[in-house]
């Protein structure tokens, strides 16, 4: 347990949290939306410090994150607990739990610990993934300082509901963000997410203003966010508010969580999604969840030629040198290409 940061104290023994777009106002012996951090006698407390629920190495790929350094292993790690409900959640059985339960289990780890492991694992980089890494910001934060000084780079895989104050203060230690615009609707937020659309859409732009490399995902649910209205929305806000050279990730769903009743995206509604990215000006949009059906790769989008084959999260073949096009010289976007 460690004194979180970025709260304010207020009368009555209340905190009000600044960490993320919930800006939650605790009362003594009360939790956050979160669920993670604690009003203890009028000081709020992150429950989750070191409290490391799931750590794996993991190809970069899996974040996803396919123009940032490829084919690299990136060491990922979460605690319990989310800003968010989504009904769709494929890590419910974590981002949920303490939500429902008063524990927070986990494996007791250091910074100093994860850095190691990574290193070891001969990882370049460190995930904070799984869960929202906004909730365990102070060990995230903590740990990216120390993975920077061991030249290791540190990834968000993040729904964007973070404020402004604390992605000012990681911005310097973060080099890259996957980040979630899971519709373009206040309603799909407000009722399936419960967040609001509008603060995803400024983290969003916040993250480009600090500098980090930012590829987006968005998660197909027929029936839900799939018409042709809304995916034009989507990729036009990309294309408006990042430049076309920000990938697109757009993923299939599958029936999970409390969004049990609704069928699997075909693969014809992400071929769509593609096309429509790219009739907008989006130069690299993916198809996610969907191995082997040809829409993962990378392709020049001056020449068409293949440059980055992949199969799900496995590099089969990479002819990019040197961030180029072997075929007709175009730079290709992205970082350590
Ligand atoms: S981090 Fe948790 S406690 Fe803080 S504002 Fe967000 S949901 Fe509320």
Redesign the pocket.
Known sequence: MKEAIL?EKKEGGKVK????????A?SPGK????A??ENRDGT?YSLVYGKVIARHIDPIEKKPLFHFHPESRSYSIATVGC?LRCLHCQNYDISQYPKQHPDIPGEDMTPEQVVREAELAGCKSISYTYTEP??F?EFAYDTARRARESGLRNIFVTNG?ISKKPLELIAPFLDAANIDLKAFTEEFYRDNVHARLSEVLDSIVEHRKQGIWIEITTLIIPGMNDSDEELKAIASYIVTNLGTDTPWHVSQFHPTYKLTDIRSTPVETLRRARDIGKAAGLRYVYEGNVPGKGGENTICPSCSNLLIGRFGFLIDRNRIRNGTCPDCGTAVAGIGM
């Open positions: 709260y949290c600044r960490l993320c777009a919930q800006y939650c605790i939790r956050g939306i979160c993670v951090r709020l800003n906004t909730i910001f509901y």
